[in-house]
């Protein structure tokens, strides 16, 4: 079997570097124990099954409590999970994975459960693909990439629910490309030659199941199963939880990895805004905060403040943060908003957004004083994939599109006479079509989230600056704890912005969001609602969905040669781009205070094993410093 060219770092990294801190400074210092963190209340926990999470405020905590066959080291590199051995011998059109021998499921109270198998990998993808069990979270890669897995979804969507519940693991694997030879062989033959099928496996829909207890609770009551129900199989589990309030997770003793480090506890708190966060960092209850806008000028203006020579700066999360249009919009009596509907199809207005709307001043709440470095013009998220000869992907993107990336002095793709064109144009054609000025432009914010409002404030001072309120003005609305039910379900919104971090390491986890008439693109369905339109209803629009998804289709279909792919890639993205299909916005870049050195930490792109896996975390029980985090990076290159 050959050996994927990632297996012989990753054997050697998971007992050496890539599994201890990257420097030796915190040996100098005394570590913490205990690590306190926090997410905000808007970011609490929905569901605590893997395979139906597909947000960061799920995926971020569960990371810690379910070990896929993969994992990653600080340098992104794969390196051995549940699986110790992996490979393909036909350039990824069938993939084996020769899993350990001495992991084991555990309850809550890291009472041990069962022995984990391969099987339980079967078990996980059958969950993901049965329509009854799992709906149609995460189905998207597995349909895509694996053989029968789109016929097995549609064939359980035919049955009766309880037929579908009940189903037999070996009708799945007569069915599907997926074979279990032995308790620690598990086989994955693809549809097509795959080349990076094995970065797919540390997304959650390549995640086990103990089939011990799926018998034990049943597939319904695995989907709604509590932190006290479900099984573990990661660094840690969730000994407590309280809903708005906190999550402790502890050490997991019966874990597989004893050559890693982790804390003998986690206490994850919710908290309101992020400046309550930083209250709780001043009286010494949180290690880590991000701060805002007010809060890093405030620090960095005053040389004597307590933190300014502890201020630093993050490296980038895997986020490629976008605009969205709802191109299908509603209003509350569940009638469509036909002056936004309108306008929003029309290229010429998307095009005026796209050149003129200047966001240094938005950017400045996430990034205050290198607020340009926040800056995004490109879809996918820098660093996913590099070229043959080292060229990033996105600057494929940015070649084509004509600009480059960071100047720190303007947004790049801003022009003046562009903007005017475009506006001039889009009132005439608009006007023409019975539509109203100025456009309503209705944003959606937390009630009582005051980070967010502030936020917002900034954006609709953003958009009235550079647009100017005689053609759009953005409204700021409120929802009271849902967005999704209160909100996007509903098709309220104008826009949303969001992000998308790539599951597997390949364009096509990006751009296959955006596709038409695709049930399984998530933005597609869930936020733009490009699915829902017609040649009737947005010719044009459609039109442009459909060439777009063509092009997406055509790179996928390159297997023998990858830099022709990311090629291909790069030519979509960039016509969805001038299209402006979707508004790129901006990358997480923000300042901190810490104790924790965040080169230590896992660095990924893709998949749900990312930072906050609270592994191998090099930490100070004094915080770290600007000299500290210069040398952190330094040593990271």
Request: contains cysteine; glycine residues 6%.
């Amino acid at each position: 079997m050959r050996k994927n060219k990632a297996l012989a770092l990753a054997l050697a990294a998971a007992m050496t570097a890539s599994m201890t801190p990257i420097t030796a400074m915190a040996d100098e210092t005394e570590g913490l124990t205990s690590y306190y963190t926090y997410q905000t209340a808007a970011n609490e926990m929905e569901t605590f099954c893997v395979q139906n999470a597909q947000n960061a405020k799920e995926l971020q905590v569960l990371t810690n409590c379910i070990d896929g066959l993969l994992s990653m080291n600080t340098k992104g590199e794969l390196i051995p999970g549940v699986a110790k051995e992996w490979g393909t011998e036909d350039n990824g059109k069938t993939w084996t994975f020769k899993l350990r021998d001495d992991a084991t499921w555990v309850d809550y109270q890291g009472n041990e459960m069962a022995k984990l198998t391969a099987m339980d990998f079967a078990y996980g993808l059958e969950f993901t693909l049965n329509y009854w069990k799992n709906g149609a979270t995460n189905t998207s890669m597995p349909i895509e990439l694996i053989e029968g897995a789109s016929e097995y979804y549609e064939y359980t969507k035919g049955l009766d629910e309880e037929t579908a519940m009940n189903i037999d693991i070996q009708e799945f694997l007569d069915m599907t490309g997926i074979s279990v030879p032995d308790d620690y062989t598990f086989v994955v033959s693809c549809l097509a030659e795959k080349p990076y099928f094995d970065t797919v496996c540390t997304y959650a829909c390549m995640y086990p199941i103990s089939g011990a207890l799926l018998e034990s609770i049943g597939a319904d009551g695995y989907l709604a199963a509590s932190y006290d129900q479900i099984w573990y199989d990661g660094p840690y589990t969730i000994t407590e939880y309280i809903q708005g309030n906190e999550k402790i997770l502890t050490r997991n003793d019966s874990w597989y990895d004893t050559d890693s480090t982790t804390f003998d506890e986690v206490v994850i708190k919710m908290v309101d805004s992020l400046d309550t966060a930083f209250q709780l960092y001043q009286t010494g209850e949180l290690d880590a905060v991000e701060l805002t806008e007010s809060n890093v000028k405030i620090i960095y203006e005053d040389e004597n403040n307590e933190y300014h020579d502890q201020m630093v700066e993050t490296r980038p999360d895997k986020y490629s943060w976008q605009m969205k249009f709802n191109y299908n919009k509603l209003d509350a009596e569940g009638n469509p908003d036909t002056n936004w509907n309108t306008a929003i199809a029309n290229l010429a207005f998307r095009k005026s957004l796209y050149y003129g709307l200047d966001l240094e001043s938005y950017y400045a709440r996430t990034n205050a004083i290198n607020p340009l470095k926040c800056e995004n013009n490109a879809y996918t998220m820098r660093g996913l994939c590099t070229t043959s000869d080292g060229t990033d992907y996105v600057d494929l993107v940015l070649d084509k599109l004509g600009i480059g990336d960071y100047n720190g002095e303007t947004m790049v793709r801003l022009d003046a006479d562009k903007f005017a064109e475009y506006k001039a144009q889009a009132i005439e054609e608009l006007t023409a079509a019975g539509v109203t000025f100025p456009i309503q432009c209705d944003y959606y914010i937390a009630s009582g989230n005051q980070t967010q409002a502030d936020t917002a404030q900034v954006l609709k001072q953003a958009f009235s600056a550079s647009l100017g309120d005689d053609f759009i003005v953005l409204n700021i609305k409120e929802y009271v704890s849902s967005f999704a039910q209160e909100v996007r379900i509903p098709h309220l919104f104008s826009i949303a912005i969001s992000g998308w971090g790539a599951d597997y390491g390949d364009p096509q986890n990006f751009m296959v969001q955006e596709t038409y008439g695709n049930d399984n693109a998530y933005f597609s369905a869930n936020y733009t609602f490009a699915n829902e339109l017609t040649e009737e209803t947005a010719p044009e629009l459609v039109e442009t969905y459909k060439t777009f998804t063509d092009m997406v289709e055509k790179a996928d279909a390159i297997t023998d040669n990858m830099d022709n792919r990311y090629e291909a890639y790069a030519e979509a993205e960039a016509y969805m781009i001038e299209n402006v299909l979707s508004l790129p916005l901006y990358y997480n870049i923000h300042w901190q205070l810490t104790h924790v050195n965040d080169y230590s930490k896992i660095y990924s792109l893709y998949g749900i094993v990312s930072g906050y896996r609270y592994v191998n975390f090099e930490t100070s029980k004094e915080p770290y410093t600007i000299e500290q985090y210069d040398a952190f990076e330094a040593a990271a290159k």
